[in-house]
Antibody
């Protein structure tokens, strides 16, 4: 059973960088795409972007200028950095396996990140 | 962006009922349509992908159908554990987009 776990600060100051890591257990990061999704409270799920284990990425154009997704295959992890955050970036953030014209077959439980001073 | 219009936004049904949730895509998405189940505090779960392919381990009371713009998730006989919010997603064109969700309640 593949398990994914998001980790990172639950509170970020406005204008700073939001950083999250997704740790994968029970399976390998190799040969798969890995995706970040978020959901602001009471709003729709928002696709952030994905990364292949080799490092190639695809981002949501609405976030591209502030977004970096990276992978550390040796640690079976991938990460998200979103810069210059505002209150609009407050959301539950989920990591999942899948992407590039594939469904998301395993998800983490999500982590709430609040942007506030 | 492709808009995924999902309906209804909420639904109350009795145990044993047949439940149908619909999703309409604003543009062509080929067969790249998935349905997810999300229970509070838990990881979302893939139910159906490729419009009608049941994910391994998902009960056979769940089924997906559709073609072109219009797609449907059906639960043939509602069970207590089906209390959840359901989402459709297109994974054909970036940015991949989700429906607004259908919150299913048990009467």
């Amino acid at each position: 059973q593949v398990l994914l776990q998001e980790s990172g600060p639950g509170l970020v100051n406005p204008s700073e960088t939001l950083s999250l890591t997704c740790s994968i257990s029970g399976g390998s990061i190799y040969n798969y795409y890995w995706t970040w999704i978020r959901q602001p409270p009471g709003k729709v799920l928002d696709w952030i972007g994905y990364i292949y284990y080799s490092g190639s990425t695809s981002y949501n154009p609405s976030l591209k200028s502030r977004l970096t997704i990276s992978v550390d295959a040796s640690k079976n992890q991938f990460s998200l950095k979103l810069s210059s955050v505002t209150a609009a970036d407050t959301a539950f953030y989920y990591c999942a396996r899948g992407g590039f014209n594939r469904p998301l077959d395993y998800w983490g439980q999500g982590t709430l990140v609040t942007v506030s001073s | 962006d492709i808009q995924m219009t999902q309906s209804p936004s909420s639904l109350s049904a009795s145990l044993g009922d047949r439940v149908t949730i619909t999703c309409r895509a604003s543009q062509g998405i080929s067969n790249s349509l998935a349905w997810y189940q999300h229970k509070p505090g838990k990881a979302p779960k893939l139910l159906v992908y490729g419009v009608s392919r049941l994910e391994s381990g998902v009960p056979s009371r769940f089924s997906g159908s559709g073609s072109g713009a219009d797609h449907t998730l059906t639960i043939s006989s509602l069970q207590p554990e089906d209390l959840a919010t359901y989402y459709c997603q297109q994974y054909y064109t970036i940015p991949y987009t989700f429906g607004q969700g259908t919150k299913l309640e048990i009467k």
